[in-house]
């Protein structure tokens, strides 16, 4: 197949070989950049897509990565620019799109076309650039506790979802201020959320593009003694029925955190702040059906902030919306999620924010 592939793109340069490059684009310099970013999360050899790793593979492809781009079907990434700024944002901006749209209406050039004479290093090949990324490493550091999820069968060619219980082995209370996961078979999981069996509170979602949950110094969720985690993974099929076990990894704080989260759950009505609080990130449940979705703060002021805005949402890819720093709402805002098209859940991830006494420093 291989083979094949590298004769297909012989044949298709040697077609336009004729024509003018149009684009000062290059595979080596902004493409595979943007690959590295965005892309080979998944597209990867061993990954849930097709592999854009190497110029070739991306050359092959290039005329459906320009609609899919355009189209904004990839990166899956739904929440509109403008409403809250996001750490696991994994959209295009408008100068990585027009790279793309430049790279392949420019003929999709690999590089500048340099030329290497030296005599002395005739026989050396440059390295080839290709898009990289490491699976092999916990991205948080080796946390404290790591626990083997059960064992799940998917079937081939059959997208499902599985529940599985987590004994987190905690003989007292805890304090947890991030959570890893690493999948077993990136082939097949497309998403993965944590929860806590006793509380049911989320405490963190897992995307191909982005893999943990990790709070704010001082803020952490508590895990009561003898706690169990939930863990529900959805998955895609593949040619082949295949057994995968990912890990979770559980990095607790190393002191007594001063700011608890808790949830706060938005299910059709809104819901009035009787604290000052503090927005950490948004986890909406979507039924089919749905076109869009905005999370709302009316404040004291009569001012109203939008937390979030998202359209188009790919159900096949339930995200989480974490913010890059909290929001700070004052005591009387109402909150509230707006759906339209169909119900949605939206579990709100916050903490309460204590005023400093007079005269102390604020932290």
């Known amino acids: 197949m291989k083979k094949l592939a590298g004769l297909l793109l012989v044949a298709c340069v040697a077609a336009v070989s004729h024509e003018t490059l149009t684009t000062t684009v290059l595979f080596d310099r902004e ?45 899956p990434w739904a929440a509109v ?3 809250g700024q996001f750490m696991n944002e994994n959209s295009l901006t408008l100068r990585e799109t027009q790279f793309i749209i430049s790279w392949v209406e420019g003929l999709g050039p690999r590089n500048a076309g340099t030329v290497f004479t030296n005599t002395a290093i005739a026989t050396a090949r440059p390295k080839e650039v290709e898009a990289h990324v490491d699976f092999g490493q916990w991205q948080l550091g080796q946390p404290q506790i790591a626990r083997k999820l ?16 987590v004994d987190l082995g905690l003989t007292s209370e805890r304090r947890l201020r991030a959570l890893e996961f690493m999948p077993g078979d990136r082939r097949v999981v497309r998403s993965a959320v944590f929860t806590i069996q006793e509380t049911g509170q989320w405490i963190g979602s897992w ?7 990790s709070l704010p110094k001082g803020t952490a969720y508590r895990l009561p003694a003898r706690a ?9 099929g593949i040619a082949e ?39 950490l990130a948004l986890r909406p449940e979507i039924q089919p059906g749905v076109t869009s979705i905005e999370v709302s703060a009316r404040k004291p002021d009569g001012s109203t902030e939008i937390l979030l805005f998202a359209k188009d949402i790919p159900i096949d890819w339930p995200t989480p919306y974490i913010l890059k720093e909290p929001v700070a709402l004052p005591r009387g805002t109402v909150l509230s999620a707006t759906a339209h ?23």
């Open 241 to 279: 029925r295949v057994s995968e076990q990912g890990t979770v990894g559980l990095f607790f704080a190393d002191e007594a955190p001063t700011d608890l989260v808790s949830d706060i759950v938005l299910d059709g009505k809104t819901t009035q702040l009787t604290a000052d609080t503090s927005i």
């Open 341 to 363: 098209g169909a119900s949605a859940r939206v579990t709100v991830s916050a903490f309460t924010t204590r005023r400093p006494a007079p005269g102390s420093p604020r932290r």
């Open 207 to 213: 995307t191909p593009w982005f893999g943990y949950m």
């Open 228 to 236: 169990h985690m939930v863990a529900e993974i959805h998955y895609q």
């Open 150 to 165: 059960p064992p799940s069968t998917v079937q081939a060619r059959q997208a499902s979802a599985e529940r599985v219980v």
């Open 31 to 75: 493409i595979v950049r943007i690959l590295d970013k965005h892309c080979v999360m998944c597209h990867v050899e061993n990954g849930p897509a097709f592999p854009l790793a190497t110029y070739e593979q991306t050359w092959l492809q290039k005329r459906p990565i320009r609609a899919a781009v355009i189209a904004r079907h990839m990166p």
């Open 81 to 83: 620019s403008g409403y």
